[in-house]
Nanobody, 125 residues
Framework: QVQLVESGGGLVQAGGSLRLSCAAS????????MGWFRQAPGKEREFVAA????????YYADSVKGRITISRDNAKNTVYLQMNSLKPEDTAVYYC??????????????????WGQGTQVTVSS
């Protein structure tokens, strides 16, 4: 099993930036595709970004393209979510997720077997 721990959330003003981190306990981190999802109060969990095992391909929700960048450092067993130009609608709990191997459906939460506890991101207006 893989344990995931998110960090880096907090309160930021609109237009500001945050960098979220997700530390994984996987024995071989590079064998896992990674994703970020978020859930706002009263709303469904939604896909934010994903990255393949090698980091060669990335995927983004249309709502965050150009503002958010996902990356990974396999040597550190860590995936990052750099968020710039934050908007109040970005306010949510952000979850890191892992999947053993790549997939055709990175936007589907059910494709990921392992999930972190989440970290709160609040963007003030």
């Amino acid at each position: 099993q893989v344990q995931l721990v998110e960090s880096g959330g907090g309160l930021v003003q609109a237009g500001g930036s945050l960098r979220l981190s997700c530390a994984a306990s996987a024995r071989t981190f590079s064998t896992y595709a990674m994703g970020w999802f978020r859930q706002a109060p009263g709303k469904e969990r939604e896909f934010v970004a994903a990255i393949t095992r090698s980091g060669g391909s990335t995927y983004y929700a249309d709502s965050v393209k150009g503002r958010i960048t996902i990356s990974r450092d396999n040597a550190k067993n860590t995936v990052y979510l750099q968020m710039n130009s934050l908007k109040p609608e970005d306010t949510a709990v952000y979850y890191c997720a892992a999947r053993a191997g790549d997939t055709y459906y990175y936007t589907r939460g059910r494709e990921y077997a392992y999930w972190g506890q989440g970290t709160q991101v609040t963007v003030s207006s």
